[in-house]
């Protein structure tokens, strides 16, 4: 069982940044794969970064690419998701999650999830 616990969501404007982090207290935290989905209101949790064990290797949706960042440190057992120039469509309720698996181009299931966080972004 891996348990994670996101933080740094809160109301912002459009156009700031904020960080959102998610921590574990699991050894093997280093042998995951992990990614950050979100879920709009009304709407189905999607994808929105991933990032693989070494933090070597990152994917991102379409819709954030360019505007945030997925890092990892192994050493402390985080990932985080910076998250510059926001959008009011980028309002939702934001998931840490491990052991990360693609099963189509722009599907991905995880094993693992978090209690999320919300990020509320206003214009």
């Known amino acids: 069982q891996v348990q994670l616990v996101e933080s740094g969501g809160g109301l912002v404007q459009a156009g700031d940044s904020l960080t959102l982090s998610c921590a574990t207290s699991?050894?093997?935290?280093?042998?995951?794969?992990m990614a950050w989905f979100r879920q709009a209101p009304g709407k189905e949790r999607e994808f929105v970064a991933v990032?693989?064990?070494?933090?070597?290797?990152?994917t991102y949706a379409d819709s954030v690419k360019a505007r945030f960042t997925i890092s990892r440190d192994n050493a402390k057992s985080t990932v985080h998701l910076q998250m510059n120039s926001l959008k009011p469509e980028d309002t939702g309720v934001y998931y840490c999650?491990?052991?990360?698996?693609?099963?189509?181009?722009?599907?991905?299931?995880?094993?693992?999830w978090g209690q999320g966080t919300q990020v509320t972004v206003s214009s």
């Open positions: 999650a491990a052991d990360i698996r693609q099963l189509s181009g722009s599907t991905w299931s995880a094993a693992y």
């Open positions: 699991r050894r093997t935290f280093n042998i995951y794969t």
């Open positions: 990032i693989s064990p070494s933090g070597a290797s990152t």
